[in-house]
């Protein structure tokens, strides 16, 4: 999970810039999506009839047209077997994006999103191009109330916050698409003062962890590595942990932990739901 964090994350830093095939074309009728966000995305705005193919990483929702296309390791062939019209792309491994535009096929590269705006104006890039604008823009205003509503409903607490992306405490700063969730709720998070490197994506030590005793702990590695509330228990010493203590640990689906889709709206409602928790 780490792994595929922090790849988004480069790929975004590095691409942001990069142009691909223009947009204002056909309506595409043959996708193929090598971006799981995307893949939900694209579902969620009705465009999923149009899509012919997804990535192995892509597991939502589980009527997509699932593939062993690989979107780290992108192989052009493959990829043209399909006869796409449109590849939705999150990066440029490979720099495959060159080679399916000398195929003539075209290309839409989305980034990791840097925050919910970003997020939003994926979703509607992706109505625009595939004919389902409305359908987009009532998806992003459905999210944006949902995600209001959540964050309205829980008072401003002074709570401290710490997001685990594996087992070994890789955790996510305030700087990353993920820890702009926890400011929505005014959140503080632990990793933020221990990132030396800046990278977003530090690595915290077990001593660290339970001298900062976070008042909430987010688990993203419940289905990669089987953490729960009970397995953060059992470590030593984190029984006594404030979130521990006060029941809000909480396990957030790897997949919807790591994406800038639709279901972020689940994300921010789990965590108004554990901080609305009474001890």
Known sequence: ????????????????????????????????????????????????????????????????????????????ESIAGYRPDLVVLSGNPNDVISGLQK?????????????????????????????????????????????????????????????ELDPTYFSATSQTFIGKIYKLFGLRNIADAADSSASGYPQLSGEYILAQNPGLIVLADTRCCGQSAGTVASRPGWGGIAAVRSHRVIGIDDSVASRWGPRVVNFVQAVATALKRKT
């Open 1 to 76: 999970m780490f792994h595929r964090l922090t790849v988004a994350a480069a790929f975004g830093a590095a691409l942001a810039l990069l142009l691909v095939a223009p947009v204002a074309a056909a309506t595409p009728h043959r996708i193929v999506s090598l971006s799981p966000t995307a893949t939900e995305s694209l579902f969620a705005i009705g465009a999923g009839k149009q899509v012919v193919a997804v990535d192995d990483q892509s597991d939502y929702p589980k009527r997509a047209p699932h593939t062993s296309l690989s979107g780290y390791t992108p192989n052009v």
């Open 103 to 163: 195929l003539g096929i075209r290309v839409l590269l989305q980034p990791a999103a840097k925050n919910l705006a970003g997020a939003y104006a994926e979703i509607r890039q992706l109505g625009a191009v595939t004919g389902h604008g409305k359908s987009a823009n009532e998806l992003v205003r459905r999210m944006k109330r949902s995600i209001a509503k959540a964050v309205a409903s829980v008072p401003k607490r002074r709570l401290s916050v710490y997001h």
